[in-house]
């Protein structure tokens, strides 16, 4: 006979109930956003591509990357994307499912985990397909150091997530700071080293410059692809590890703290 407390479910299930229903909701709302939305995901990136190797196939003349220059953007664009957009879109995870919240197992945090969890899922799917396609191009899309490559683009997920946790408190409480903060993704494209490489800056340049983690993870990232690469001498994983870590884990303390006012809000 059945004791009272078998069918009670342990607050882990509840918890991955939860994360597996708002998983499917954010997976069926990305995907059937609007027209062809799925297509527009790998179209972006690919389009981004080419439009850089053609802008910059002049600007390059003369400068030896160790690598082929597609992949080196290739290495770039996914990475930043892919932290940019863990950091966006799980910022505005929370007014997007606030209707969510009438039910009490689910918490704000909990949408912003699984929202930036799908666009990480997203964005390992996106870079498969660009790297079959180069490497179906002929280009020599098999890195040198894949355990490095794996790490680095983990350490900028976790980046991404941190900063959207973070992000996803502050625009809620005080909603000018998302605004603010969507517009510093753009100058922060620009200084992270998408679109080149430390060692064509001056040295006062570059050693300010690789103050920004995520240029530093794309430095390792193309060192871990092409053992020729002209990696800049300074890189160090653990100091990207430590801001990602640091974000995340700070993040989750200000949910913590602001749990009440953020579904009061």
């Given amino acids: 006979m059945a004791g009272p407390t078998d069918n009670i479910r342990s607050s882990t299930s509840i918890t991955l109930s939860v994360w597996s229903a708002i998983f499917l909701r954010e997976a069926v709302s990305r995907v059937s956003g609007g027209r062809a939305a799925w297509v527009w995901l790998l179209v972006e990136p690919v389009a981004h591509l080419t439009i850089l190797m053609v802008v910059l196939s002049a600007v390059r003349h003369g400068i030896t990357l160790g690598m082929d220059f597609a992949?080196?953007?290739?290495?770039?664009?996914?990475?930043?994307?892919?932290?940019?957009?863990?950091?966006l879109r799980s910022m505005a995870a929370i007014s997007a499912n606030r209707a969510l919240?009438?039910?009490?197992?689910?918490?704000?945090?909990?949408?912003v985990l699984v929202r930036a969890f799908l666009e990480g899922v997203i964005q390992l799917f996106v870079g498969l397909i660009m790297f079959a396609g180069m490497s179906l191009l002929g280009f020599d899309v098999l890195p040198y150091d894949p355990l490095t490559v794996m790490l680095v683009y983990v350490l900028f997920w976790v980046f991404g997530t941190g900063l959207g946790l973070m992000l996803s408190v502050g625009s809620t409480l005080i909603p000018e700071v998302g605004k603010v903060a969507s517009l510093c993704f753009l100058p922060l494209y620009f200084v992270s080293?998408?679109?080149?490489?430390?060692?064509?800056?001056?040295?006062?340049?570059r050693e300010w410059l690789l103050l920004n983690p995520i240029m530093q993870g794309l430095e390792l990232a193309r060192a871990a692809f092409s053992p020729s690469y002209p990696a800049t001498t300074g890189i160090d994983i653990g100091y990207v590890t430590g801001f990602a870590f640091v974000s995340f884990f700070f993040g989750l303390a200000l949910h913590v703290r602001f749990a009440r006012r953020l579904l009061m809000q």
């Avoid at 919240?101 to 949408?111: G, I, L, N, S, T």
């Avoid at 080293?193 to 340049?205: I, K």
């Fill in 193 to 205: 080293g998408v679109m080149f490489a430390p060692a064509m800056l001056p040295p006062q340049v």
């Fill in 101 to 111: 919240f009438a039910y009490r197992q689910v918490k704000p945090v909990d949408v």
């Fill in 71 to 87: 992949l080196f953007l290739a290495i770039g664009i996914l990475g930043y994307n892919l932290f940019r957009n863990a950091a």
